[in-house]
């Protein structure tokens, strides 16, 4: 018999309820949900809350929730779109309610993301995050929790002149100290926004690092353990 690769995975992502690469956490989570209840599921029984986490409407996270479950799961991180902030919420869902599956699942969505199948080009990496995003990431690191609208608030002031300019501040509410940040002007106000960001960022990158570092090594020891157990498991099958 082939031996393990996640070459092999990813050929299989059909199987394992993959589409594109990457696990549908929302369709597993209905699966073994109907399975543990010994019933077909009715509509309904789960709901997702989706939100912006700033007024771009470019970042999401969503929180699902329903009687069926212990108790409501939320994305881990910010996502680009509702739809990839719902199928992470569902994922942290089948984490905690289905352990027994759910390390190969994610092991499977590693190895995809290592090694593209055949003729598949690799994912592009990532674009680094803007100055906006960084700060919402950092406030999740500081809280300890997702990041809401209401966590990172921005306002806009108008300069009038030749050519209008804008300034921003932003304001961290729910953070200790309620702090607020002036960002240099400029011409366009995503800019002027991005501004005031950077100087949020600036004042606590000291606080920050070792929890974003710590986040990190934690996430690559977790994809690190679940490829492992899904190399265990695929060698018990020989």
Known sequence: DPKWSPGAAA???AAA???????????????????????????????YTTTAVDETNKSFTSTVSGAILSQGYTSAEPQISKKLAENAAARAAVEAEHPEVYG?????DVAVAAAPAKGQKRKADAPPMGDKNELNHMMQMLLSRSVTKDDVLYTLTTIEGDKPSY??????????????FQGAPALAKKDAEAAAAKVAI?????????????????????????????????????
């Open 167 to 180: 300034s921003a501040t932003v304001a961290l509410p729910t953070y200790e100290g309620s702090p607020t």
């Open 17 to 47: 309820g993959a589409v594109g690469g990457d696990v549908q956490w929302k369709q597993k989570l209905n699966e073994f949900a109907a399975k543990k209840a010994a019933r077909p599921l009715a509509k309904g029984e789960f709901v």
């Open 202 to 238: 600036a004042a606590f990158k000291d606080a920050a690092a070792p929890l974003i570092e710590e986040h990190k090594a934690k996430k690559a020891r977790k994809n690190a353990e679940d490829m492992e157990k899904m190399k265990q498991k695929h060698a018990e099958k020989q």
């Open 104 to 108: 190969e699942l994610a092991a499977f």
């Open 11 to 13: 050929a299989g992502g």
